[in-house]
């Protein structure tokens, strides 16, 4: 296959996504807070995990198929929210929304996406999410549940690790302001991206345009301000209780990394949880999802799903090892997006689940979820 042979992984796609975007869309999708640290204790936890491979086990056969919330994913892995994602490339959500229906894998559109859920209902499949950064307003909070119920979100997503803005001092560096505005810094930076130019000339910039629909009342706002922070609050149990009250599908919890969290929300009624620290966007000092994993299975019989630093199928298959039923990339599909446009979604799913085969059959494995058996622990101590 062509692609395979000029992208085989991810680091290829990210290689040529950087290329393809202006500065500011790159460190908007690239950076983390603080130093960065997080981002990158992600990946190198990530690494720190081993697995032995397995030897004289004779032909096996990998089954990816698993199952989620009621429903069976062709793959145990999907698409993380990501909030403008049409800035990163133009028409963003239609093409994943689309591309994780051909996958049939989940694909979960943001709050502060760049079309709303009505805009790519025609294209959703029956496994999409819906993520909500909880309104204020009981009465936008109502009318944002039932829009994605209506529009065909089978499962809401509350992320929780968002309780204020944070710094994301790259970002802030290279000159990216909420809504984007062309100064002529950032029209300098375009000009030496002539593909991202042209698609976005076409389209317009992007807005979030769901929060857009809520804007009227919230006019007049200081211009460091996006009417999505005023319309976005930090939800305390009690908004939890009314949520799991007032949506009758799956409800997912996303940003949890305390195992007395994990206890207290599977009290409360959900349904999955998401372990994520927003890829090192909010706090440096964050442990990797990865090194919280093995405490938060302990604490819950909840599905447990887990992001931050996945590349290829073997990261996902390490998750796995240590407790995770599913996984999820958001970066990952931007970059594949920005590097090949429409195509590149499609050829990620590709890379991973090529990915997955290869090293499932190099540890024995017929299900991701049999992992857990190859999982190399240290050393005993000597005696
Ligand atoms: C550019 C960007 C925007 C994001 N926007 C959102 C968002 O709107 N809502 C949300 O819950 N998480 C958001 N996230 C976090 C992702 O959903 C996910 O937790 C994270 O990207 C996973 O790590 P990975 O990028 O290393 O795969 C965002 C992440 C990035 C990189």
Request: aromatic residues 6%; proline residues 9%.
């Amino acid at each position: 296959m062509h692609l395979d042979a000029r992208y085989p992984a991810l680091s290829d796609l990210r290689a040529r996504a950087r290329r393809r975007v202006p500065r500011f869309v790159w460190d908007y999708l690239d950076s983390g807070t603080g130093s960065e640290a997080t981002t990158r204790r992600n990946r190198a936890k990530l690494d720190a995990v081993l697995l032995t491979p397995s030897v004289l086990h004779g032909e096996v056969t990998p089954d990816l198929r698993t199952p989620l919330l009621g429903q069976d994913m062709a793959l145990p892995v999907g698409i993380a929210p990501v909030g403008m994602s049409g800035l990163v490339w133009p028409g963003a959500e239609r093409h994943l929304a689309r591309a994780a229906a051909e996958a049939e894998i989940p694909y979960t559109l943001s709050t502060v996406a760049s079309r709303t859920p009505e805009d790519i209902a025609d294209v959703l499949g029956p496994r999409a999410w819906f993520q909500m950064y909880p309104p204020r307003d009981p009465e936008i909070r109502a009318d944002m549940l039932r829009r994605a119920r209506v529009a065909g979100f089978a499962a809401l997503v509350l992320t929780v690790d968002v309780p204020v803005g944070s710094r994301r001092e790259r970002q802030q560096r290279s000159g990216l302001t909420q809504p984007p505005r062309l100064t002529p810094r950032l029209l300098a930076q375009v000009a030496a991206r002539p593909a991202w130019a042209l698609a976005t000339a076409r389209r317009g910039m992007p807005r979030m345009r769901l929060i857009d629909d809520y804007a009227g009342p919230t006019r007049g706002l200081p211009s460091n301000r996006h009417a999505g922070y005023l319309l976005r609050t930090a939800p305390d149990w009690d908004y939890l209780r009314w949520l799991r009250d007032n949506w009758t599908g799956p409800l997912v919890v996303k940003g949890v990394l305390d195992p007395a969290d994990a206890r207290e929300l599977q009290a409360a009624g959900i349904d999955a949880l998401w372990i994520s620290n927003h890829a090192g966007r909010q706090f440096d000092a964050a442990p990797a999802t990865i090194e919280v994993l093995p405490e938060i299975r302990a604490a819950t019989d909840l599905p447990v799903i887990l992001d931050g630093g996945i590349e290829g199928g073997l990261d996902i298959l390490r998750a796995c090892a240590l407790g995770a039923d599913f996984v999820m990339l958001g970066r990952g599909w931007h970059y594949a997006l920005a590097a090949l446009g429409p195509f590149g979604p499609a050829h990620l799913a590709h890379i991973l689940r090529a990915d997955l085969e290869a090293n499932m059959g190099q540890l024995g494995l017929a299900r991701p979820a049999d992992a857990a058996a190859r999982l190399r622990r240290g050393p005993a101590p000597p005696a």
